[in-house]
């Protein structure tokens, strides 16, 4: 039950009417506006603080929600803009690492950014005018969600432009502030005072707790190299961290459970962005993902946008013995996952026989096997322009034909738009982050192992079935003995954050902080275009020390002057 009403708030205003004169008529408060006493009162402040929530599912577009689809995964290789080349052509440079400085959605995820700080900063201001009879227990919760929220949009702008002006609640509004600070030590502040005042159960699903903003700010550690004090507190929160209603965290039994609305804000969740359908308004209802369904029939009805790649569904293959192929023979051609590309519908296709990682058919529409409860996937027909984009469909974040009219809102052009969460942080990240920190800080590898063994074991426990029961493919998964070295158990943490976490749009900050985009997404473009010759992927080049972030939006640096925001390097 979700129970935090994220409705899409305007910003509040603080509108105060100063005038000499005596008529009362000429002193009236204006229209749909709030008072200064309203706002300052508890349930003023909490109103601010839900509007720097609503942010979480984005504004003005498809590219601003905390879901990073286009940055992080679509810039990461899991999947291309998908759909033809001429719908949502603004996306086209974003996949092909070409981004102009005047890109519309690179802008639109940083104004969306901004715009949650400054509720989060309002939330902040209103807190130190507060009246009387506010208690101070609220007073410190408020304060420590909204300086979780802040310090969380600003890793957001850290991840994406590396650094970005920092306001806080005290900037005077116009005090040019420059972006030559890094970024990293206010997320810091922010995110360990979020973790040190927050309660660890809240009164509302969806609400930080102090087990989302620990975990948060373990990641902000672990991205920056701090290893050993990262572990330190993701071990915490896997000891002691409950959820909003005190059940401790945990894995789904399903893997696919983790993807569903029935299943939101479970013990896998640790913080969600709340979506929720048939409210009245399609705002609530993850408007940023409403393209990403297959084209044509099935849910949605459209777009056919956030195509998987041919990369990221072969390195679902496994050896004779479960294991990923961590040396990248994936897509030798011997190892490459059977599709049907340039296959119809009508035409017989053979499924591939070989070994895979059940996640694939959890992460992907391919032909041939059941697409969650809408029936096997039919190929060609659910694709848009498979020349241009290839055979595959999305599959995470889709709504079920059995929860038609609950799990989706259809009061608008197309029934896509859903009441699926989406899982900002969830439980099997969180493994997988402190496996990760107890290889990298000299550790106890069995124990990193155990960590990625829990992740692999549920996959293990959740194949995809036919109609009949039985797998739908030849799903073979093992679990890992005793790591040879610190390499191999840094090369098996890293595959299994690409399986686990593929599409939810972490893969592309995964690479930059482990220093490998470039060789790695370099190795993708070549492969992507040979199957794709002509298509979105045609003479683009990652360029090493440039395109592992976004260029700061012209439009930013037009309106503050460039003596005052400088670009990134390369643009």
């Not at 715009?115 to 007073?139: C, M």
């Not at 970024?183 to 609400?207: C, Q, V, W």
């Not at 519908?345 to 809408?374: C, E, K, M, Q």
Request: proline letters at 5%; charged letters at 20%.
């Amino acid at each position: 039950m979700k129970n935090i009403k994220l409705y899409v708030l305007p910003f509040l205003i603080l509108l105060i009417s100063v005038t000499a004169c005596k008529d009362d008529f000429l002193n009236q408060d204006p229209k749909q506006s709030l008072s200064s006493n309203e706002l300052s009162s508890l349930a003023g402040i909490e109103g601010s603080l839900i509007a720097s929530y609503s942010m979480l599912l984005g504004r003005d577009g498809f590219y601003s929600d905390a879901s990073n689809w286009l940055w992080g995964s679509v810039r990461g290789g899991e999947a291309n803009k998908g759909t033809d080349p001429g719908d949502q052509s603004v996306a086209n440079p974003v996949m092909a690492y070409g981004v102009p400085t005047n890109n519309g959605p690179t802008l639109q995820k940083y104004r969306a950014c901004y715009e949650g700080i400054a509720r989060a900063n309002a939330t902040l201001g209103l807190i130190a005018v507060a009246q009387d009879n506010v208690p101070a227990a609220a007073k410190t919760r408020i304060g420590a969600e909204a300086r979780f929220l802040r310090g969380y949009y600003y890793f957001e702008l850290k991840k994406n432009y590396n650094n970005t002006p920092y306001v806080d609640e005290s900037w005077d509004e116009v005090t040019p502030i420059t972006n030559t600070a890094d970024l990293y030590g206010f997320i810091e502040a922010d995110l360990k005072h979020a973790y040190d005042n927050l309660p660890e159960m809240m009164s509302d699903a969806g609400r930080a707790n102090k087990w989302a903003a620990g975990s948060l700010y373990a990641k902000a550690l672990l991205f920056q190299g701090k290893s050993s004090e990262a572990l330190a507190v993701f071990n915490k929160v896997i000891a002691d961290g409950v959820t909003a209603n005190g059940t401790p965290y945990g894995l789904l039994d399903n893997y696919a459970d983790a993807f569903r609305s029935l299943s939101d804000n479970s013990m896998e969740s640790v913080f969600a962005s709340q979506a929720a359908a048939n409210t009245g308004t399609i705002q609530n209802a993850n408007p940023a993902l409403v393209l990403n369904f297959p084209n044509g029939g099935g849910p949605g009805g459209c777009c056919g946008f956030f195509q998987p790649s041919f990369d990221m569904v072969n390195a679902f293959r496994t050896d004779a013995n479960g294991f990923p192929l961590v040396d990248g023979s994936y897509n030798d051609a011997g190892n490459a996952v059977a599709n049907d590309m340039g296959i119809e519908a009508a035409d017989p296709f053979t499924l591939d026989a070989g070994n895979l990682d059940p996640r694939i058919d959890h992460s992907v529409g391919r032909r041939g096997i059941p697409y969650l409860d809408w029936g096997d996937h039919p190929g060609k027909t659910w694709i848009r322009n498979q020349p241009y984009a290839g055979p595959f469909a999305p599959k995470k974040f889709i709504y079920y034909q059995g929860g038609v009219g609950v799990e989706n809102d259809g009061s608008s052009w197309t029934p896509g738009y859903t009441a699926v969460n989406y899982n900002i942080i969830r439980y099997a990240d969180v493994l997988l982050m402190a496996a990760e920190a107890e290889i990298e800080s000299n550790g106890d590898l069995d124990r990193a192992k155990d960590l990625i063994n829990m992740v692999r074991q549920r996959a293990m426990d959740s194949p995809v079935l036919n109609a009949g029961g039985t797998p739908a493919a030849n799903y073979v998964i093992g679990l890992y003995g005793s790591f040879a070295s610190q390499e191999s158990a840094r090369q098996a943490v890293r595959f299994e954050r690409r399986m686990e976490l593929s599409g939810e749009g972490h893969r592309m900050y995964d690479l930059n902080r482990w220093g490998i985009s470039t060789t790695t997404l370099s190795a993708f473009l070549a492969h992507e275009d040979a199957f794709l010759g002509g298509g979105p992927y045609q003479g683009a080049s990652f360029d090493s020390g440039k395109d592992e972030f976004l260029p700061i939006p012209q439009d930013e640096i037009d309106l503050l002057g460039a003596d005052v925001l400088t670009q990134n390097p390369g643009y």
